[in-house]
C-alpha cells in the first residue's frame, strides 16, 4: 500500500495590513511538508518525504498556536499507532523471546520520545521551533518503517512457527503411508501429496529464515535505504504464505486419503 503523503499549512482569517499576512506565510514556510498522515496497513513500505531544515521565520501568536495544535494532532496519531503494535506485539503467540524483547524496548524508547516532543511543543515560542519539533517526530518513522518492521518480524516469527508444526507431522506422515503400503494399498496418490507437502514446507521455511534478524537490525535512521530490505522481506513472507496455504490443502488430502 502506498503511503498518501499531506501537508498542511495553518491558515488565519485574512486581517488588513501586510505585516499579518507575512507572519502567516513565514509559518506556512516554517512548518509546510513536515506532516503527513500515511494510509494504515498492516504492512505498508513507501519512499521517505524529505526532511530538510526549515527557513528561520517569524509568525504570527495565530499561526504560531495552529502549528502547535496540527504537530500535536500529528503526534496524537504516532503515539496511539505505537501503543497498537505494543497490543500486537504482547498478544502475539509465535514471537521468539528475543524478538518480543527488541521490539518491546524499541516500542518504548519510540513511546517515550514522542511523548517528550508532546509535552514540549506547547511550550514552544516560534513557528522553527515547531518546525524543528516537527522534523523529530517525522524522524523517528513511526508509520513509514516502524509499523512494517513490527509486522513484518510477527509474520516471520509467525510463519516459520507454522512450518515448524507442520515439518514435525511429517515423520508421522511417512509412517502411515508406509504401513498402509504394507497392508497392500495402493499409495501412489498418497506419496505423491506427501511429497508435494514437504516441499512446501520447506519453501516456506526458507521464506520466513532470517527475516526477523533483517528487520530488527535496521533503524529509522536507516530511511529510505532500508526500503529495500522490507519489500524483499514483504514478498518472501507472501510466498511463505501461499506455500503454508498449499501445505495445509495437502494435509487435509492426506487425512481424507488416510479415511478411505
Given at each position: ?37 500515511p ?12 526532511t ?15 502549528a ?17 503494535l ?9 514471537l521468539?523471546?528475543?524478538?518480543r ?50 509486522h ?34 495402493t ?31 535496521l ?42
Open positions: 500500500m502506498v503511503l498518501q503523503l499531506r501537508t498542511r499549512v495553518p491558515v488565519a482569517r485574512r486581517r488588513p495590513g501586510a505585516s499579518a499576512a507575512a507572519g502567516l506565510l513565514a509559518a506556512g514556510a516554517a512548518v509546510a511538508g513536515l506532516f503527513f498522515t494510509a494504515f496497513g498492516a504492512v505498508s513500505v513507501a519512499s521517505a518525504a524529505s530538510a531544515p526549515p527557513p528561520s521565520s517569524t509568525c504570527s501568536t495565530t499561526a504560531l498556536t495552529d502547535q495544535n496540527h504537530a500535536l494532532r500529528a503526534l496524537t496519531r504516532r503515539i496511539t499507532r505505537l501503543h497498537a505494543s497490543a500486537a506485539v504482547g498478544v502475539s503467540t509465535a521468539t523471546s528475543s524478538d524483547s527488541t521490539l518491546n524496548a524499541e516500542l518504548a524508547s519510540a513511546v517515550a520520545a514522542l511523548t517528550a516532543l508532546q509535552q514540549k511543543i506547547p511550550t514552544d515560542a516560534s513557528c522553527d521551533e515547531v518546525a524543528t519539533d516537527a522534523q523529530a517526530m517525522v524522524a523517528a518513522r513511526v508509520f513509514l518503517f516502524v509499523s512494517p518492521q513490527v513484518l518480524t510477527i509474520a516471520a516469527d509467525t510463519e516459520t512457527q507454522m512450518a515448524g508444526a507442520l515439518n514435525g507431522l511429517e515423520p508421522k506422515i511417512a509412517q502411515r503411508i508406509a504401513a498402509a503400503q504394507q497392508q497392500g494399498r499409495v501412489n496418490s498418497a506419496q505423491a501429496t506427501f511429497s508435494d507437502f514437504q516441499n512446501q514446507v520447506t519453501t516456506a521455511s526458507q521464506s520466513s529464515a532470517g527475516i526477523s534478524s533483517a528487520a530488527l537490525a533503524t529509522a535512521a536507516s530511511v529510505p535505504g532500508s526500503r529495500t530490505t522490507l519489500e524483499h522481506a514483504q514478498t518472501s513472507l507472501a510466498s511463505g504464505r501461499k506455500a503454508l496455504v498449499k501445505a495445509r490443502a495437502d494435509l487435509r488430502t492426506l487425512k481424507a486419503d488416510a479415511r478411505q
